[in-house]
Each structure stands twice: as C-alpha cells, then as structure tokens.
C-alpha cells in the first residue's frame, strides 16, 4: 500500500514541477526573453522542496565515515579465553538468559555471559537522516574493552514495508547506494555493526568449549 503512495506521490510531484518549470519558462520568455531563467529557477525550487536534504545528507554521511566510524579488536576472542579459561564451558549466548538493559534513552546493554556483555549505544545524527551505532564488547570484571565498532547508516531502506519513525525515513531515495561505511559486503549489509557480531559470536563459541 505505501509502496502505491510513493508512486502516487512521485507522479503527481513530477507532473506539478513540469507544469510549474513550463509556466516559469514562459513568463520570463514574454516579460524578459529570458526564458531559460525562469525555468532553472522553478526546476530548483520544485527540486528543493523535496530533495533539499539529499547532497547535504550524502557529504556528512562520507565526512563520519572518513573520521569516526571503523572496527577495533583490542584483544581477540582467542586470546581473552586464553587469559580467562575459567570460562570456558559456561553458559554463553543463548543458553544464557540474562534479559537486556536499558542504561539510557540511547544505550542498550546485553549479556554474553555472565562476564561479558555488549553495550549498544544508537542515535540519530545530521537531521535524523544517518544512524549511528557503536557497539563496545566489555568484560564486566575487569572493565576491559576487547572490541568496538562505529557504524553510520543513511536513510531507512525498510520504510516501505516496515514504516518509519521521522519524516527524513520516508526519503527512501536517501538509501541508495552503499548506505554504510564498511567496504560492501553482501554479507554483511550492517557493515562494521555485523563485522562486530560475528566476533562476538566467536568469543561465545570459544566459552561453550565448540
């Protein structure tokens, strides 16, 4: 249904701007004779009134990409379960079942185990238009940080079928192309955030003795 709302949307849009660019065109063309004036001027404002934020958004998204987001292993899986191998054969992942927490509006911590845990800190950034994700696995012995990852997203690709949360969702157009920082990776769309996963995965296979 949404899907025929952007069509809807997008057709009825482009029909008002040809009529709107024609109209300008003319009216410079008698008054002035400078017709293509008017014609660039109602292109540009018919472009801004809905894509005003696509270039902006793009340019950030590459400028906290090249400064901020990335992966960082501080200590391996292996070497972790070397240093602690009083862990090994505990409950790990999903045999183990303690329930999320909630520290703040933006962070989010959940348990690997009884040591470790995953704290996921999430906002928007620049308009709410680029999400930013920083995942930090932590030993809550010792306060250790063994892995980190930074990952900034553009747009909602989901809108279409899942809704959206702002109006800067609903501008699926922000979405295209390699929406995340990591080199793509078809299997790892989340990037650096899955990146991260997978290594966690690893120290919780590592602790059930696999």
Same mark, same amino acid.
């Given at each position: ?12 849009? #482009? ?19 400078? #017709? ?25 998204h590459k400028y906290y990409c090249s400064t901020q987001a990335g992966f960082w292993v501080y200590k ?16 790990? #992942? &999903? ?20 040591? !470790? ?20 696995? !932590? ?15 553009? &747009? ?8 959206? #949360? ?45």
């Amino acid at each position: 249904m949404i899907a025929l709302l952007y069509i809807a949307f997008f057709v009825v849009y #482009g029909l008002v701007s040809v009529f709107v660019v024609h109209k300008s065109y003319r009216f410079t063309k008698t008054r002035y004779s400078k #017709g293509w004036v008017g014609g660039w001027l109602a292109a540009l404002v018919m472009y801004n009134l809905v894509f005003w934020d696509w270039i902006p958004v793009y340019v950030m998204h590459k400028y906290y990409c090249s400064t901020q987001a990335g992966f960082w292993v501080y200590k391996s899986p292996e070497q972790w379960i070397k240093e602690n191998p009083d862990m090994v054969g505990q409950k790990w #992942g &999903g045999a183990f079942k303690r329930p999320s927490e909630t520290i703040n509006e933006d962070t989010r911590r959940y348990w690997s185990s009884d040591r !470790i845990f995953d704290e996921v800190i999430q906002h928007k950034n620049f308009m709410h238009a680029i999400d930013r994700i920083e995942d930090k696995l !932590i030993d809550s012995k010792t306060g250790e940080v063994l892995m980190r990852a930074i990952e900034y997203s553009r &747009g909602n690709p989901t809108a279409l079928s899942l809704g959206a #949360g702002s109006i800067s969702d609903y501008k699926i157009w922000l979405s295209l192309g390699h929406r995340t920082c990591a080199p793509r990776n078809p299997e790892f769309p989340g990037g650096y955030s899955d990146l991260f996963g997978v290594m966690r995965y690893k120290l919780e296979q590592l602790g059930k003795g696999d």
